[in-house]
């Protein structure tokens, strides 16, 4: 068969997703199912840390029901992802492995962070003319149950991803104590939000306008379609057009009036979701409103096309139409910005720690991801000061562990940490909690963190001086010396040093000891 | 100034019920007719009946449940059920003695000069046919017999719903005077029409040898009744039959197990209320008051007879054999044009849509579409939605084949089907044994909708092949009713049945619809604003017009938009078989509404919709009437139909019908019914001429191996 068929689970806190896909050998993704089951599990999680019998019963029971119609599709292959509601339970490796036993479903539990990058994948990977839409300025506003993420692009690059706790279940369960009608839900949310948005505003975007809001969501994305394929004199679904935002408010001071059972009737949807359809609405005219934006536009991607796109994008099966390591990167980079980090030294030394990274390769047997993960720790690398001067490592530590970085699982972010922290403090070889040691089967990431670790102390060693004096590097490796030939004018005593200091680290961990060597002395 | 208008007014509507009589009425004329074929004329006159025994079961019975429940709440045409049963009681007893003045006057002296003898009574019999009838007693009759009497000790028998019984009193020999009322039931296993064998009376048949006397069973077993009551002396004996409260109100929620409940129902309902006692006309008082007073019927709910009890069995009567030419030549539904011979019919469906006319055009291929996805290697899985479906039916073998050959097949079977309920559980369960997937329907909702999914793995990914109908997937009423179906494989048409599916499965509601719209959440809207639209665009002075063809009208809400499309300026045709709650003519709100109902020879059943659209014509088709039951409390369907060819193919179907001067009836202002005057018009009968139009396309598809110069071995069966 020239069809690959996929299964894309979602696991979330109140609904069980799953779509199932083709992947054609052209490059092409089709939806050919999408089936949905409410089964509210993040309330007892959201309660009291764990799931009740009862829905775990009938999440299995769903589950199963999956698995027979994934049969009856034939498919080949499938990821499975919770979210939150599986996250935050107090006992996620024991829920996941019970559905492992009654399902047969091997479930991956993704971060906030990688639930949003996948939304975000989906987005990109299925919206025509993406690029040229980031370029003129985008945001991406995210809805989800607790909160909602938003992502700016400016130029075509990722600035900056927030995540606030605004979710609509959320809003609603707040309003709900105050029992608002419909025509004052709007104003109630404004005052809600308004301050977190004004917050983002100032932080990121100034005077300047987005011109393009991208909503994900699961209430007001079909309206949104619907209106702009109408407003574009297309047919309905399956559309990406864009809407005028004045449209948009013109629609949402239509519903203004309306009671919850007219909404419904109005827009053919469930009197249950009528309410936060219109919540949803009202946050995405407080958000457009905010970074003043003229078309808005819904791509009707769900966490199912995400986890799709991701597959297919990671197995190759489709084009790469857009650098997300880069929107990584560039992530990081505007996070460093932010806390002063210093743009000239983190230049010089993502140049040297790669170089150091790539010639030896053979030594560390690390891949790409790793790689990535130096790159953000160098980009991040010096971001403690900005909260003090002497607790450099902890500080940034700190901050990073507190800064969302899409794309990054939550145990990449801390081995990001920890190399940072480790960059100044000593570094500590994780025991377990009964104080035994764990060298007997030491976690892979605890390898990758004192790896890197080394690498970005020898790379920071060499430009200890923050004055660039050594820009270009060449590695080679000889017996137990990993001779750095430098191509440098002025003096390098302090580098040498630092070097030399970092060295005895260095050696523990991949058995050599990193000289320097002057390429211009060699040459004379 | 239209604006000011009360479309709601209950003055513009029709009873419901009383329409309904007004249709039963239609069938009647059918009767009457003399330019049709005699025994055609009965079978009219047995649907008559049989239509009015189904009614009273669950129309009438409904409304007296209303009026002892105290219910008051008043109808469409703002009648409270009280009075609604006084209008009715009226009505019904009329119908009833057309009905017999057509079989007396009518009916039994042409069939007489066609030689068909019915000896109405057994005193009319000859010696020797008497004799013939006795020794048929003796033989067959009388042991089925359960004669039972009544007096003190034992109490009065159950009487089964719509069951023909004798009733008699009877009065000891030589045990005094007191009367004792015995009854028997006519038995229900025996034919009730009891042939005497030609040349058993020398008045019985014709000289040559040609025709027949028959006589009834209830006949024969009252010349016989002595035979039953040994010790008693017949005082007098009379048939009677009753009809009881049929309407099922399952408590849906409830029920643990709906499959038991509607078990449980089904006995139960032998025991319902009796709502109607028929009697034979000049039943002694005495017999008629112990009856009467036993099952506690209202003298309103007595129908003295004149003629035989339960007119149905005119359509055994139909089936004698002889008089093929007081028939209709059967019509045999031809093959459509795109799929005769040997064909892929998977290949036919990705070739382009393909509408299916039915009877006119054979049922065949839908039953062929199941029964190759059941064996086809590449077929993934079947999924169909049964609701009344034939015994024995094709359509349920291949489904249980196609779970037998590994496919998921899922199966959503209607229980609550009023009155097949126990035929459904039967082959419900054969399905589950074979492995299909069974949803035993949904709570709380009758699933109307008619949808087969064949999905299929093909190279370049999966292909979803739909057949959406008006009728049901009944490959015996397929030869009967007037049906529409189309065959599609269109990607957007295939989301939307995986979507149906899904949902009838029990999961959420797909986030968009492409194509589909249904009922109960999202068809009355839709049709609602396909009206809108129209009278938007008659107010903006663009053309705008409504063809819809269904079985019945009566939602109010429908009504209301259609009566203010019609004072916008909407031209509006509706070819409405049954009911109709609609009133034609009423100035400023339906002037320009137009109602026809053709009672033909076969059923009409499918319902059509079209929208002018301003230009853009839009035709729709539908498992549902416009009535609130449809679009409020059932999942049903309205898909439309995209390819222009076909849309080309049903506007002729619409427009035939409205050109039929045959076998239409319009209604007039006053709420009656009149045939369609021909005005000098040529004879035009629609389903006539569809019948000869579906064999001339097929003819001309057919290769003719004579005018080809190549003869085409037939390939091994």
Redesign the interface.
């Known amino acids: ?3 690959e ?1 996929f299964a894309a689970i979602d696991v979330g806190s109140f ?1 069980l997703g799953m779509k199932i896909f ?1 992947f ?1 050998k052209k490059g092409s993704i ?1 939806e ?7 089964v509210d599990i993040g309330s007892d999680t959201y309660a009291d840390g764990k799931i009740s019998y009862k829905n775990m019963e009938e999440l299995c029971r769903v589950l199963r029901e999956f698995t ?2 994934m ?4 498919v080949e292959k499938y990821r499975a992802y919770g979210t939150s509601a599986i996250r935050e339970t107090d006992n996620t490796p024991i829920v996941v492995d019970q559905i492992r036993q009654r399902t047969g479903l091997e479930i991956g539990v993704l971060s906030n962070s990688e639930q949003r990058f996948l939304d975000y994948k989906a987005v990109a990977l299925k919206t025509k003319d993406f690029e040229k839409i980031i370029e003129e300025g985008a945001l991406i506003l995210d809805i989800g149950g607790g909160s909602i993420q938003l992502s700016l692009f400016e130029n075509g690059k990722l600035l900056t991803t927030q995540n606030m706790r605004m979710g609509v279940l959320r809003i609603d369960e707040e309003m709900m104590e105050m029992e608002p009608k419909i025509s004052r839900i709007r104003e109630l949310l404004s005052e809600m939000t308004e301050h977190h948005l004004e917050t983002f505003r100032e932080l990121f975007l100034g005077s300047k306008k987005v011109r393009n809001l991208i909503v994900i969501d ?1 209430y007001v ?2 309206i949104i ?2 209106r702009a394929a109408y407003a574009n004199g297309g047919e ?3 559309n990406t057009s864009r809407l005028e935002i004045a449209q948009f408010n013109k629609f949402i001071n239509e519903l203004h009036s309306k009671s919850q059972e007219e909404l419904s ?1 109005m827009l ?1 949807i ?1 009197e249950e979701n009528a309410k936060l359809m219109y919540i949803s609405a009202a946050l995405v005219s407080e958000v457009a409103q905010m970074c003043k934006s003229d078309k808005i536009m819904a791509p ?1 991607v769900t966490l199912c096309d995400g986890i799709a796109y991701e597959y297919a994008q990671t197995h190759k099966l489709i084009p790469d139409t857009h650098d997300f390591v880069g929107d990584i990167v560039s992530c990081a980079q505007h996070i460093a910005l932010r806390y002063n980090g210093r743009e000239d030294h983190i230049k010089v030394l993502e140049k040297l720690s790669l170089e150091i990274f790539d010639s030896m390769k053979k030594m560390h047997g690390l891949g790409a991801r790793e790689r990535l993960l130096l790159r953000i720790a160098v980009r991040l690398h010096d971001i403690g000061k900005y909260v003090s001067m002497s607790l450099l490592g902890e500080s940034a530590y700190r901050i990073v562990m507190a800064t969302e970085i899409i794309g990054l699982s939550h145990s990449e972010r801390e081995i990001v940490a920890r190399i940072i922290k480790y960059n100044y403090d000593d570094y500590e070889y994780q025991d377990d909690k009964h104080g035994h040691n764990m060298n007997e089967h030491i976690d892979e990431s605890e390898l990758v963190i004192a790896k890197l670790t080394a690498i970005l102390r020898l790379g920071n060693a060499l430009d200890r001086s923050h004055k660039q004096k050594i820009r270009n590097i060449s590695v080679s490796h000889k017996d137990d010396l990993l001779i750095i030939g430098v191509d440098c004018e002025g003096d390098i005593t302090l580098e040498r040093n630092r070097v030399d200091r970092c060295g005895s680290f260095f050696g523990e961990i991949f058995a050599v000891r990193p000289v320097i060597v002057k390429k211009s002395s060699v040459k004379k | 100034m239209g604006e000011l208008v009360n479309f709601k007014d209950t003055s513009f509507y029709t009873n419901r019920e009383m329409s309904w009589l007004s249709f039963d009425r239609r069938v009647l004329s059918e009767a009457q007719d003399k330019t049709i074929p005699l025994f055609e004329r009965l079978k009219f006159l047995s649907i008559t009946a049989s239509n009015l025994d189904e009614f009273f079961m669950v129309r009438v019975a409904s409304l007296l449940d209303m009026v002892n429940a105290g219910y008051k709440k008043e109808d469409i045409a703002g009648l409270s059920p009280k009075k609604q049963l006084a209008l009715l009681d009226k009505a019904t007893h009329e119908l009833v003695k057309e009905q017999y003045d057509v079989y007396r006057k009518q009916l039994i002296p042409e069939l007489a000069v066609n030689h068909l003898r019915v000896i109405e009574h057994h005193e009319m019999l000859s010696e020797k046919e008497g004799a013939f009838v006795d020794r048929f007693f003796a033989e067959q009759v009388y042991p089925v017999l359960t004669p039972m009497a009544v007096d003190s000790s034992r109490p009065f028998p159950l009487i089964r719903n719509k069951s023909l019984n004798l009733g008699a009193l009877v009065c000891k020999k030589n045990g005094g005077s007191e009367l004792e009322f015995a009854t028997v039931q006519v038995p229900a296993v025996l034919p009730r029409i009891v042939e005497i064998p030609v040349g058993t009376d020398e008045c019985g048949a014709d000289s040559d040898g040609i025709g027949k006397s028959i006589i009834l069973l209830e006949e024969v077993i009252e010349r016989n009744i002595r035979k039953l009551f040994l010790n008693y002396d017949i005082v007098c004996v009379s048939p009677f039959r009753i009809e009881r409260n049929a309407d099922l109100t399952i408590e849906e929620d409830e029920a643990e197990d709906l499959l038991k409940e509607i078990e449980k129902q089904v006995k139960k309902r032998q025991w319902g209320q009796a709502i109607r006692l028929e009697v034979e006309d000049g039943m002694d008082a005495r017999l008629l008051g112990i009856i009467s007073d036993e099952l506690d019927i209202e003298p309103s709910g007595i129908y003295k007879i004149k003629g035989p009890l339960d007119l149905t069995f005119l359509m055994k009567a139909y089936g004698m054999e002889g008089f093929e030419e007081l028939k209709y030549k059967k019509h045999v539904p031809v093959d459509h044009p795109r799929l005769t011979g040997e064909y892929d019919i998977f290949e036919a469906i990705r070739e382009g849509d393909i509408l299916l006319h039915h009877p006119f055009q054979s049922f065949d291929p839908i039953v062929k579409f199941v029964k190759d996805a059941a064996e086809d290697k590449n077929v993934l899985a079947i999924k169909q939605t049964l609701y009344r479906v034939s015994g024995n039916s094709p359509i349920v073998a291949a489904l249980a084949r196609a779970a037998e050959n590994g496919k998921q097949v899922t199966v959503l079977v209607e229980l609550k089907a009023r009155f097949d309920e126990e035929n459904n559980i039967v082959w419900a369960r054969k399905l589950e044994q074979a492995g299909c997937h069974v949803i035993y329907g949904l709570v709380g909702l009758k699933t109307h909708c008619k949808i087969c999914l064949v999905v299929r793995r093909e190279e370049d990914g999966i292909r979803r092949y739909v057949h959406l109908g008006t009728g049901n997937y009944n490959d015996a009423t397929a030869k009967l009713y007037t049906d529409v179906g189309l065959l599609t494989c269109s990607e957007y048409m295939g989301e939307d049945a995986t979507a149906v599916f899904n949902m009838l499965s029990g999961y959420s509601e797909p986030i968009t619809w492409s194509n589909l719209a249904l009922a109960p959440i999202w068809l009355k809207k839709k049709f609602l604003r396909l009206i809108g639209r129209e009278t938007q665009n008659a107010r903006e002075g663009q053309p705008a017009k409504i063809i819809a063809k269904m079985n019945s009208l009566c939602d109010p809400d429908i009504i209301a938009a259609l009566y203010e499309a019609s004072a916008a300026g909407v031209s509006i045709d509706l070819i409405v078989r049954g009911i109709c709650c609609l009133k034609v003519g009423i100035p400023g709100v339906s002037e320009n509404i137009r109602v026809r109902s053709i009672v033909g020879n076969f059923l009409e059943h499918s319902r059509i919709f079209f929208f002018e659209n301003n230009g853009k014509n839009e035709v729709y088709m539908s498992s549902a009437d416009w009535m609130p039951r449809n679009l409020e409390r059932r999942v049903e369907i309205l898909f439309p139909i995209l390819d222009e060819k076909l849309k080309e193919e049903a506007m002729h179907i619409l427009k035939s019908q409205l050109a039929d001067n045959a076998k239409a009836h319009s209604l007039k202002k006053d709420g009656t019914y009149a045939r369609v005057q021909k005005h000098g018009a040529s004879r035009y009968c629609y389903q006539e001429v569809f019948c000869e139009e579906a064999k001339q396309k097929e003819k001309a598809t057919r290769p003719d191996p004579i005018a080809n110069h190549v003869f085409i071995p037939r390939e091994k069966v």
Do not use: C, F, L, N
């Not at chain 1, 050919?32 to 409410?38: E, G, L």
């Not at chain 1, 049969?71 to 034939?74: E, F, I, L, M, V």
């Open positions: 068969m020239a069809v068929t609904e083709e054609s089709r050919i199912d999408h089936i949905r089951q409410r027979r119609i049969k009856s599709y034939h699961d994305s079909q379609q619907k309905s679904g399956h009737g053919g469930p009707g």
